[in-house]
């Protein structure tokens, strides 16, 4: 389970970083934990690392046992951390109304507890030991990750955003703004790094298809493999439909941000 | 707790400066080179240049990727392929040389107006001229006669000057601009600083355009009209200012021919002509003496108003009569116009009292004594600070000849005309009015083996100075013809077609040279093709054979025979002459050179060179020396130095004379380029203060013109409000006179050869119909692109690689489509796909586009997908070169009186397309296998980045 | 945030007049001329000749039309970096590449730290920041760092090269910090404004509005039109009437 929660940290991490644009100066990022998110999520995760690497040690070796709760609850406080760090990446980015929200790192680390306990629960399915309060508490997270979820669309649908295009153009006008001709003909970074938007139609076909598989048929599924004997694949089913749930909500989180520079590019709000 | 680096702030910016002339465009600013290694850093606009005084346009500051271009030609070439195939050979320049010459010297020798010598955007035409007229073929001009011939002949037969580049507002005084059809123009930089002036100034800034971009979105007032109805506009405040009384009489008496006496005998041979004493001088009223007086003389009080009855009995009537009288016809009231043009009467009325109160209530007095052309003293100079400028919206259309005389008496009602806060002359303007130049090329000019018998182009003052060979025309493009009589600057866009169909005669080579012929100068692109490739009967071409020089691989280059690849800018030599188009400014006269400030790094030539040496192979008599020689071993510069037109006049006017102390006239100074390369390219003589006014009749304004060689003699240029040259030719037409036009022409050149200016429809609205054509279709320049050649420039295609339609809401909701849907748009003369753009800074009745950003796939440097020629349209399919059919005779689709092509007066229909999105008309792509493959990615400066560390 | 220097009377950047800007795009070439081979060099360009050209520019110009109808306009609009007094874009930088500098505000980013995150492109609310895929960096507009402080230029010419280039002088370069600067006495005078001030990150750049379209600058706008009289018959006589006098040459 360790190996299987360090392996995806790790997976997590190294993505990340191929993602840079100059990956091996990747060390740097860990020195600006004092203003920067992003800063400090690297720096929780690298120390999430410590617990966990001495647990697994610990349980390479067959040392001694004693200070594991101990470490557990170091590496589950450090993994808290590095996934609230996370969130708060995109909720301290006051550019996007939908994510500039508090509700966007409880969402996380809600998601997180909820898909991590899926996780846990097919593991203990595997070695055939699924303890009742185990699985509860997996559909209670679910549920809570729902709850979280819904009011968090519910908050984005009701913020038209605070700024018009007259407004980041500082023209005092009622009228409408339109452009005319933009700066140029194809689009630039900005446009296509923050322009990328789903349309309203899609998006409410993809909500749908996240409540049903990050949260609905994961809770059926659980629920079910609590009254069933055969619950491996029931928790096997319930993983997956997270995953592709997650993988939705993740896009959608995205598709579904407006950032203020939109305003220049034709965004009428934000 | 931020650590911040430290930074190499004080890195040079090159290793070498190298000061010399932007030719991203014709503006012609000043550049310092920043070289580093031996490669442009940085381009910069030099400040102490006259023409942009530091600053540098979108283009000019992208001169990098100009220069660099993958777009570059290589070698000489020689077409193996069919044309258009783009299949070519390279050769070595010797063989380009004698093969050229082995096509030329047979001419020469035979019929020299076998060649056709026709030049586009290039700045060397007091060098390419005096060439063709050294060959002796008549079929020589540049690109005028499709660009902007009506504003410039408008303006020298009116007053020996013109809009163009060729005269200014006065920027820092005026407090009124009334700009009419200015998108770009060739005054690129300094209408932008202008214009940043006068609007800081707080002066008032009207733009009259029928579309709301570029300097329009920044005037204090845009009066969006009806394309082609500027005429009525301005007719209607000619009307307002007569009917107010808002006329500077006094100005109109002393300097224009507003008192002369016209003959009043219709059907007479002399009807309307001016009635003339003895020694030719026109007559006018003398109110002192009551008698008739020379117009010339100086101690009368001339009469405006009053017929007289001449000496023989006959009646005469002076023009400010005859003027007032057109102009206060109700047709030209506002009321009556208004609904034409499309702007209310009331603001008709506004403006024209605005323009009244600031030019009489709000006058300029300058504390500076100045004398008269008759040697009178004046202690002040007087301003009537509005001033006008007007281009290519005026120009490009068939009425435009007229329209911008309204313009110019406009302005000399107001008495504005060189005047502080007016319109300023720009030396070596003015001239007289119009200038004494006769064209050349009638066959009593063409000989073979002959240099012709002079220029080639002109201002004719009646049909004795058109050019016929027995019936027909004597040059290709049929200039100066009772078709175009006045095409003071020939007719390039008729030179394809008329050499395809030998109609007058069949030519052995076309000689082009910087004009992109197979795409967007000419009109009706597909025809053009299909002439440049036409064959006979035995296979070979209806052209023979065709030279073209120019720098890059353009849509003209697999169209000929024989490519002379010319260099960039800045790798060459050129001189900006005060004989061709010079960059004066108002209050001093100026010229530039380019030179060298890098090493082509191609097997390319300056084309002024080439020609040079062309000119010494065909033993060219103003080339060759009397033993056979070259007379310009040295190439361009030495032509530069030593050439002179005639004694002591060169291409270059400044640091003349052996010591380099002279200025206009003086001789050969060996150190010339020398002193221009020290001084930044360029040379500036500033007039005295005393002469900076008035320069159509300021006595030392006047003798330092005689004396510097831009003027014959000292006598003032009198305004033509009534333009007699224009009678004589109606006269003609009437059957008055040796030469008549035939029976199928006279009735065009009657109706619109009026000696005062006056308003009709353009051709092709009157033409096709308008319920099937209901909208206009103009275009506009992109001030960041210069016609074809910007697309290549990786900086500049960024900023626009493709061009929409743009369209009023109301059209758009006429025909249901939205921003980014396709349409199709029709003209009689074919259709086009294009995406649409809504807007509301647009007549409603109008649609536009961006000028020449559609390219045709295979060149430019560009992929095959690249949007210019997949997204991105040419509205040049939809123009023709013709009129419609219909009447006996299909003209050129002209200005009937200059030739000037009427490419704005386009009438089209719009409906929306089905299916997505690609233009269409799509050609072919054409090879281009000679061209080196072009990069996928930039990162210009790298190095420099890596060295400065 | 810690990372923000504290605040400094000198706040270098520049002032744009949307009232003469005529969309000339002169700013966004001799830009990216001059920080291709300077500070930031370089700024890469993709596909330069292909379908898609795309690369990084330190400075854009818009147009925009506002309204329709009578009192519709069109509006030029360029836009680059604003060197706000307080930025997120550096804060939220984890590697401190991005940085404000002390002495003069200036934001920068330190082309040899920045590991190309890309986050501070999503701080800035004015899409200011570029992100060069091939350099794998961020770029911005760096204020001319490279010419206001050259010594090895001419007093006259250390300014920021749009500021330079620009035909119309629609840009000026100074010390909004210093009350007494021409471009602080420009704002004053003209009701000069900061983009999105709402929104929190003090724009030290600013913006001259578009004066009120005058559809007359006359005050008495009538005058000449009361002394024209009825379109009658007798406009050319009276005019004949008032031409009728003795004009000496
Ligand atoms: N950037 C750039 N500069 C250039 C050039 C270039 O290609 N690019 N080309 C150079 C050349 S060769 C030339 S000739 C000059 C031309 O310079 P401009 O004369 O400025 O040429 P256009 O861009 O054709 O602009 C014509 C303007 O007239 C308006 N117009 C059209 N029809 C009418 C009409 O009936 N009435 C009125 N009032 N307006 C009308 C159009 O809307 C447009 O704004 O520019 C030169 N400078
Ligand atoms: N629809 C429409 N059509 C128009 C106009 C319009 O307003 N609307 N405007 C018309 C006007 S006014 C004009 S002037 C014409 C302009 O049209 P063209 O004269 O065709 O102008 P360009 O396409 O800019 O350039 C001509 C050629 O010069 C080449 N060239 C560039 N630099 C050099 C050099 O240094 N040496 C040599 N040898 N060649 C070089 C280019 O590669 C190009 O092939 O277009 C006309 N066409
Ligand atoms: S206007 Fe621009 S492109 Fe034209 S010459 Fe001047 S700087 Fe060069
Ligand atoms: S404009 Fe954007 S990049 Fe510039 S300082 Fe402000 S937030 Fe940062
Ligand atoms: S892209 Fe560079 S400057 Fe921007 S936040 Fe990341 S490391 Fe900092
Ligand atoms: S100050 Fe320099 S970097 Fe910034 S926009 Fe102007 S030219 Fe570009
Ligand atoms: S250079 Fe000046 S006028 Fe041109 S777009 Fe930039 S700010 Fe506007
Ligand atoms: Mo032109």
């Known amino acids: 389970m360790l190996v299987v929660a360090l392996a995806l940290v790790t997976v997590g991490l190294l993505s990340s970083m191929l993602h840079l644009g100059h990956p091996e100066r990747a060390h740097r990022a860990f020195s600006q934990w004092r203003s920067s998110w992003l800063s400090r999520e690297g720096v929780a995760a690298i120390l999430t690392y410590i617990p966990a690497g001495l647990m697994g040690l610990i349980w390479l070796f067959d040392w001694d046992t004693k200070s594991l709760p101990l470490l557990a609850i170091l590496a589950a406080l450090g993994a808290s951390v590095t996934v609230y760090c996370t969130g708060m990446i995109y909720a301290s980015l006051r550019t996007i109304r939908h994510w500039n929200l508090a509700l966007v790192p409880v969402f996380y680390l809600a998601a997180a507890a909820a898909t991590g306990t899926l996780l846990f629960l097919l593991i203990l399915a595997i070695f055939d030991q699924v303890p009742l309060w185990v699985a509860i508490s997996g559909v209670g997270s679910l549920f809570v990750a729902l709850m979280i979820k819904r009011s968090y669309w519910y908050r984005i649908d009701r913020d038209k955003g605070n700024y018009t295009t007259a407004m980041a153009l500082g023209i005092e006008t009622e009228a409408k703004v339109r452009p005319l001709t933009p700066p140029h003909t194809m689009p630039n970074f900005v446009m296509r790094e923050m322009g990328f938007r789903v349309g309203r139609k899609h998006a409410t076909k993809l909500r749908r298809v996240t409540l049903a598989c990050l949260f609905i048929l994961p809770m059926l599924f659980v629920a079910l493999a609590m009254t069933m004997s055969w619950a491996q694949p029931l928790y096997t089913l319930a993983l997956i439909s997270a995953a592709i749930g997650i993988i939705v909500e993740r896009w959608l989180f995205f598709a579904e941000a407006e950032h203020v520079a939109m305003l220049y590019y034709g965004t009428d709000r934000a | ?949 | 945030m810690t990372s923000l220097p504290a605040p400094t009377s000198k706040k270098l950047g520049l002032v744009i007049d949307l009232d003469i800007c005529v969309g000339c795009q002169a700013c966004a070439t001799s830009c990216k001329e001059w920080n291709t081979g300077g500070y930031s060099a370089p700024l890469s360009d993709h596909d330069p000749y292909g379908a898609d050209p795309s690369g990084a520019w330190l400075n854009r110009v818009h147009s925009y039309e506002i309204g329709e109808g009578e009192d519709s306009r069109t509006l030029h609009f360029p836009r680059a970096c604003m060197h706000c007094e307080e930025p997120d874009c550096v804060t939220v930088c984890p590697t401190g590449a991005s940085y404000k500098r002390q002495e003069d505000g200036i934001v920068l980013v330190n082309p040899d730290t920045c590991i190309g995150c890309k986050l501070c492109s999503w701080a800035c609310p004015y899409g200011a920041r570029e992100y060069d895929h091939d350099d794998g960096v961020m770029k911005k507009c760096s204020l001319c760092v490279d010419r206001i402080y050259n010594d090895t230029l001419a007093e006259s010419e250390r300014i920021p090269a749009c500021v330079r280039a620009c035909p119309t002088g629609a840009r000026a370069f100074g010390d909004l910090g210093d009350a007494d600067s021409d471009v602080s006495k420009s704002v004053a005078s003209r009701d000069g404004y900061g983009l999105l001030e709402d929104f929190g990150y003090k724009p030290v750049n600013k913006y001259l509005p578009p004066r009120p379209r005058r559809n007359s600058n006359i005050e008495a706008g009538t005058q000449a039109s009361e002394t024209i009289p009825a379109a009658d018959n007798s406009a050319t006589e009276k005019l004949f009437a008032w031409a009728d006098r003795v004009l000496s040459r």
């Open chain 2, 1 to 949: 707790m931020n650590f911040e680096p430290k930074l190499d702030l004080d890195n040079p910016v090159g290793d070498h400066v190298a000061t010399t002339t932007c030719y991203m465009c014709a503006c012609r600013c000043g550049i310092r080179v920043h070289l580093r290694d031996g490669k442009v850093r940085y381009i910069e606009g030099n400040p102490d240049h006259p023409v942009n005084k530091g600053v540098l346009c979108g283009k000019g500051s992208a001169g990098i990727m100009q220069h660099y271009s993958p777009a570059r030609l290589q070698a000489p070439m020689k077409r193996v392929g069919p044309r258009g195939s783009g299949e070519f050979e390279e050769i070595s320049w010797d063989e380009a040389m004698e093969l050229a010459t082995s096509w030329l010297e047979p001419i020469r020798a035979k019929d020299p107006k076998r060649l056709a010598f026709f030049t586009g955007r290039d700045q060397s035409q007091s060098l390419t001229g005096y060439w063709a007229i050294q060959f002796g073929t008549p079929n020589f001009a540049a690109h005028g006669g499709f660009c902007s011939v009506n504003m410039a002949a408008a303006g020298l037969y009116t007053f020996g000057g013109s809009f163009w580049e060729f005269g200014d507002p006065d920027w820092d005084l005026t407090k009124y601009l009334l700009m009419f059809g200015v998108a770009e123009d060739h005054a690129s930089n300094p209408i932008k600083i202008g214009i940043g002036k006068i609007k800081s100034r707080g002066a008032k800034f009207v733009s009259v355009n029928p579309i709301r971009t570029g300097y329009s979105a920044v005037a204090d007032e845009w009066v969006g009209v009806r394309p082609g109805t500027d005429g009525l506009f301005v007719g209607a405040l000619i009307h307002e200012l007569f009917k107010a009384q808002k006329i500077d009489l006094d100005y109109l008496v002393r300097y224009t021919n507003a008192p002369w006496l016209v003959i009043q005998d219709p059907g007479a041979a002399d009807h309307g002509l001016f009635a003339r004493d003895e020694n030719g001088d026109p007559l006018v009223y003398d109110q002192t003496s009551a008698t008739f007086a020379s117009g010339m003389n100086v101690d009368i009080a001339p009469a405006l108003v009053g017929s007289r009855t001449l000496a023989d009995g006959r009646t005469a009537r002076p023009v400010f009569e005859l003027m007032a009288e057109r102009y206060l016809e109700p047709e030209y009231s506002p009321d009556a116009v208004a609904e034409d043009i499309g702007v209310p009467a009331e603001d008709i009325r506004r403006i024209a009292a605005e323009l009244a109160e600031v030019a009489f209530e709000q006058e300029i007095i300058l504390d500076q004594p100045w004398t008269d052309w008759a040697g009178r003293k004046h202690d002040k100079m007087i301003g009537r600070p509005v001033s006008m400028h007007a281009m290519r919206g005026i120009s490009a259309h068939s009425n435009g000849f007229q329209t911008c005389r309204l313009i110019h008496i406009l302005q000399i009602l107001l008495g504005s005309i060189d005047c502080p806060g007016g319109f300023r002359y720009k030396p070596p303007y003015p001239k007289p009015a119009p200038p004494g130049l006769r064209p050349h090329g009638a066959p009593k000019d063409v000989h073979a083996d002959e240099p012709l018998g002079g220029p080639h182009l002109g201002f004719p003052l009646g049909p004795e100075h058109l050019l016929f060979d027995g019936e027909n025309a004597a040059r290709i493009d049929k200039a100066f013809t009772w078709e175009a009589p006045m095409a003071a600057h020939g007719l390039m866009h008729m030179v394809i077609h008329n050499a395809a169909a030998r109609d007058p005669y069949g030519i052995d080579v076309l000689f082009m040279y910087m004009a992109n012929m197979a795409w967007n100068s000419t009109m009706n692109v597909a025809d053009t093709i299909s002439d440049l490739t036409a064959k006979n009967e035995d296979g070979t071409y209806t052209i023979p054979k065709i030279i073209y020089s120019d720098a890059f691989y353009s849509e003209m280059v697999p169209y000929a025979d024989l490519i002379l690849p010319d260099t960039t800018y800045l790798e060459r030599w050129d001189c900006i002459s005060l004989l061709d188009r010079p960059i004066s400014e108002a209050d001093a006269a100026a010229d530039a050179i380019r030179h060298p400030v890098v090493e082509p790094d191609r097997d390319v030539r300056p084309f002024q060179e080439v020609l040079i040496d062309l000119g010494a192979r065909l033993k060219l008599p103003g080339f060759t020396n009397d033993d056979g020689t070259p007379k310009y071993p040295g190439g361009y510069p030495d032509y530069i130095v030593n050439h002179e037109r005639a004694p002591g006049v060169g291409p270059l006017a400044g640091w003349r004379g052996k010591d380099g102390s002279k200025f206009g006239t003086g001789e050969v100074n060996p150190d010339q380029l020398d002193r221009y390369i020290e001084n930044g390219s360029f040379f500036v003589q500033h007039l005295k203060p005393e002469q900076a006014y008035f320069k159509h009749a300021n006595l030392d304004y006047l003798n330092w013109a005689v004396e510097v060689g831009f003027r014959p003699t000292a006598t003032p240029t009198i305004f033509q409000l009534y333009s007699e040259p224009m009678q004589v030719f109606r006269l003609a037409a009437e059957g008055h006179g040796e030469i008549t036009p035939p029976e199928l022409h006279r009735d065009r050149i009657a109706k619109y050869f009026d000696p005062l200016p006056f308003w009709y429809r353009p051709f092709e609205e009157d033409m096709v119909s308008t319920a099937k054509y209901p909208l206009h279709a103009i275009t506009q320049r992109p001030m960041h692109m210069y016609h074809s050649w910007g697309s290549q420039n990786a900086w500049l295609r960024q900023i626009t690689a493709a061009n929409r339609l743009y369209i009023h809401h109301s059209v758009g909701d006429s025909i249901n489509v939205k921003d980014d849907d396709w349409v199709w748009l029709s003209s009689n003369q074919g259709r086009v796909k294009c995406q649409v753009q809504l807007m509301d800074g647009v007549n409603p009745d109008t649609v536009w586009t961006w000028n020449a950003i559609g390219k045709r796939r295979g060149t430019w440097g560009l992929d095959d997908d690249a949007p210019e020629s997949n997204q991105g349209f040419l509205l040049n399919h939809l123009i023709s070169e013709l009129l419609p059919e219909g009447g006996d005779y299909r003209y050129s689709n002209s200005d009937p009186i200059t030739g000037q092509a009427a490419w704005f007066d386009l009438r089209v229909s719009i409906e929306k397309a089905d299916g997505s999105g690609e233009t269409s008309p799509k050609f072919e792509p054409v090879g281009n296998s000679s061209q080196p493959t072009s990069l996928t990615k930039l990162a210009y400066g790298a190095d420099f980045k890596r060295r400065s560390k």
